[in-house]
T-cell receptor, first 113, second 116 residues
Framework: NAGVMQNPRHLVRRRGQEARLRCSPVKGHSHVYWYRQLPEEGLKFMVYLQKENIIDESGMPKERFSAEFPKEGPSILRIQQVVRGDSAAYFC???????????FGSGTRLTVV | SQQGEEDPQALSIQEGENATMNCSYKTSINNLQWYRQNSGRGLVHLILIRSNEREKHSGRLRVTLDTSKKSSSLLITASRAADTASYFCATVEANAGGTSYGKLTFGQGTILTVHP
């Protein structure tokens, strides 16, 4: 098991395009979290999902951002009509239980040009 | 100020020395966790300490938690050049009902440089 897999590692999008970031959690982990890290900053919580359910999306911008974790397949973070301010590293983490240490992926670095 | 603020922001030491990083937070917590991030990489979970614990060890790592002061410290003993990384503390808040889920609130991190 290779841990949390995120792809792509790097993504370049022009302003106005859509960005789709994928996260495959550790096998058997049913809790998935997305975090965003701006340069020189710590990680900021975006959304917490369990299979087919969004549990907490309080960290997600109200518009253009959405996340899903379908019954089959990876979790997807979708950013529509990207703007330069969306440029950041997006990390996915998974855990087997509600309260535990988390396994983080290597992140997707989004650059909006 | 943010939940989970680390101090110092940057720390530079020689190999073999000990490194101590501090973290302060604001709310009641269920647990506090420390993570390491190498440049351009993801985070690696180091240690989790629960709110009813005061000290925890893992290899060369020692973590303390003082809930009365809302602070934690991470001590790395006998540091190595490979310990060079950013270190983050992250808290899981205790909800009013006594239940929590694992949303992490991160601090800004301490950049540790260990010189060979």
């Amino acid at each position: 098991n290779a841990g949390v897999m995120q792809n792509p590692r790097h993504l370049v999008r022009r302003r106005g395009q859509e960005a789709r970031l994928r996260c495959s959690p550790v096998k058997g982990h049913s809790h998935v979290y997305w975090y965003r890290q701006l340069p020189e900053e710590g990680l900021k919580f975006m959304v917490y999902l369990q299979k087919e359910n969004i549990i907490d999306e309080s960290g997600m911008p109200k518009e253009r951002f959405s996340a899903e974790f379908p019954k089959e397949g990876p979790s997807i973070l979708r950013i529509q009509q990207v703007v330069r301010g969306d440029s950041a590293a997006y990390f996915c983490a998974s855990s087997p239980r509600v309260i535990s240490g988390y396994t983080f992926g290597s992140g997707t670095r989004l650059t909006v040009v | 100020s943010q939940q989970g603020e680390e101090d110092p922001q940057a720390l530079s030491i020689q190999e073999g020395e000990n490194a101590t990083m501090n973290c302060s937070y604001k709310t009641s917590i269920n647990n506090l966790q420390w993570y390491r991030q190498n440049s351009g990489r993801g985070l690696v979970h180091l240690i989790l300490i629960r709110s009813n614990e005061r000290e925890k060890h893992s290899g060369r790592l020692r973590v303390t938690l003082d809930t009365s002061k809302k602070s934690s410290s991470l001590l790395i003993t006998a540091s190595r050049a490979a310990d060079t990384a950013s270190y983050f503390c992250a808290t899981v808040e205790a909800n009013a009902g006594g239940t929590s889920y694992g949303k992490l609130t991160f601090g800004q991190g301490t950049i540790l440089t260990v010189h060979p």
